[in-house]
């Protein structure tokens, strides 16, 4: 079965930078175009990075763009989010997610960025 699995997360000051992973398994990862999202409570869950199958386009949300760099490795089943210049409103729970005939999510992992 489809599983992903985050992790990175955690507390940091503005400006500063976290790394995220996603361990993926159950499918035929280098296949697939990976995203990232987030999402705050109360709010809905929002996109923020896509990376394709081949690891050579990417897309991003306007706030991440410049700040955020999305990047797999096909080898080891593996996508990361690279997050400079953090700032409060990037605190959120963060998600990897592959669409699979439907769309799968990890657990998520919390990012709080605050002084």
């Known amino acids: 079965q489809v599983q992903l699995v985050e992790s990175g997360g955690g507390l940091v000051q503005p400006g500063g930078s976290l790394k995220l992973s996603c361990a993926a398994s159950g499918f035929t990862f280098a296949n697939y175009p990976m995203k990232w999202y987030r999402q705050v409570p109360g709010k809905e869950r929002e996109f923020v990075a896509q990376i394709f199958s081949d690891g050579n386009s990417t897309y991003y949300t306007n706030s991440a763009k410049g700040r955020f760099t999305i990047s797999r490795d096909n080898a080891k089943n593996m996508v990361y989010l690279q997050m400079n210049g953090l700032k409060p409103d990037d605190s959120a729970v963060y998600f990897c997610?592959?669409?699979?005939?439907?769309?799968?999510w990890g657990q998520g992992t919390q990012v709080t960025v605050s002084s």
């Open positions: 997610s592959v669409f699979i005939r439907r769309m799968y």
